[in-house]
């Protein structure tokens, strides 16, 4: 087996280019949307215990904000890369109309694209050429756009990933302050656990951004004690009025 085949054997289904950076992008949401569905639901009925020792009242308004928010998120993720989808082929059958209309100036642009990236213009012909030949649309959206025609972002996958992360992240403090504890035992085991619940996510979010883990840890789970902090004592006042 000479060299070059057992390379390729070696690194035989290794994602390269862009589908790590969409595998990525897609883990980052999904950690971001269960962030979200921690805190807010934490908020909702830690500030609901603050004003009531109802579990019934508890559980209803902490389900409804699993509902309402797994909902929105959803829709918004689906508006969002709906539009982006939209682009995508818009830009795209602009490109195919210009490979139709006007060929020479198209792989002359291509040329121009791989001499900047450091080709010499003799290599860059080339690459353009052949490139061009193979598939000329699909060598444009590339080094052009950054788009790959047969794979257009999925709206419904990605608001079915954000209704999933959302839910999951929110069962956590929905699940801790139902747990049959004291009334003031199951609003610190909520904040316990939702403080550990955010630092993990804040931990995942700097690795997958390459930021200063301390510091995304810190800025996590301080914004979600905030937010329990306020809520609490929302829902403490509004008890008290209505005592």
């Known amino acids: 087996m000479s060299a070059g085949s057992g390379a390729a054997t070696a690194h035989q289904g290794e994602a390269h280019g862009g589908s790590i950076g969409g595998r990525l992008n ?3 949401a999904g950690v971001l949307g269960a962030n979200d569905g921690i805190v ?3 908020g909702t009925v830690i500030g609901v215990a603050g004003a009531t020792t109802s579990t019934t009242a508890i559980a209803t308004a902490g389900l409804a904000a699993i509902v309402a928010g797994a909902f929105s998120m959803a829709g918004g993720e689906y508006v969002s890369v709906s539009t982006q989808r939209d682009t995508e082929k818009a830009l795209i059958a602009k490109e195919r109309w210009e490979l139709d209309t006007m060929p ?3 792989l002359e642009e291509l040329t121009d694209i ?3 990236r450091g080709l ?3 290599v860059a012909e080339q690459v353009a050429k052949e490139l061009t030949e193979h598939d000329a649309l699909r060598a444009h959206a590339d080094a052009e756009l950054g788009i790959d025609p047969d794979d257009y972002t999925n709206p419904w996958a990605a608001a079915a990933s954000s209704f999933l992360a959302f839910t999951v992240g929110a ?3 929905f699940v801790i302050i139902l747990l049959p504890l004291g009334d003031a035992a199951r609003v610190w085991a909520t904040i316990a656990g939702v ?3 955010l630092l993990l996510t804040g931990a995942v979010s700097a690795r997958l951004g390459d930021a200063p883990r301390l510091r995304a840890i810190l800025r996590n789970v ?3 004690l905030i937010t329990m902090a306020v809520t609490y004592g929302v829902g403490s006042a509004f008890g008290t009025l209505t005592a």
Request: net charge positive.
């Open 26 to 28: 897609w883990l980052r």
């Open 40 to 42: 807010s639901v934490a």
């Open 104 to 106: 020479a100036e198209e």
């Open 114 to 116: 791989y001499q900047r």
């Open 120 to 122: 010499s213009r003799s």
């Open 171 to 173: 069962l956590i403090p």
């Open 195 to 197: 403080a550990f619940a």
């Open 222 to 224: 301080g914004m979600g």
